[in-house]
Nanobody, 120 residues
């Protein structure tokens, strides 16, 4: 099994910044992609940002220019730097990873989530 643990969520004012982190652990041979999803109350989960092991990134249009995703591959860790936060960014943020075990079997895993609240 693969476990993902997120941290860094907090209550911040509009225009503020937060840095989320997520570390994967388990019998991992390689992780080829990691990403962040978010889900607000009463809304569907949506992809915020993703990054491959080679460093290729993808962002939701709503966060482009404000959020930056990065990885430390050797530590199986992904970060999400969030700047210029808006109230509509309020959600539970979930980390996800895709990769392979040593056996060659593929896996997909989710973290427990970390709450981000943007409010005055």
């Amino acid at each position: 099994q693969v476990q993902l643990v997120e941290s860094g969520g907090d209550l911040v004012q509009p225009g503020g910044s937060l840095r989320l982190s997520c570390t994967a652990s388990g019998s991992i041979f390689s992780i080829y992609a990691m990403g962040w999803y978010r889900q607000a109350p009463g809304k569907q989960r949506e992809l915020v940002a993703s990054i491959t092991s080679g460093g290729s990134t993808n962002y939701a249009d709503s966060v482009k220019g404000r959020f930056t995703i990065s990885r430390e591959n050797a530590k199986n860790t992904v970060y999400l730097q969030m700047n210029s936060l808006k109230p509509e960014d309020t959600a539970v943020y979930y980390c996800t990873a895709r990769g392979t075990y040593y056996s060659g079997t593929n896996f997909g895993s989710w973290g427990q989530g970390t709450q981000v609240t943007v409010s005055s």
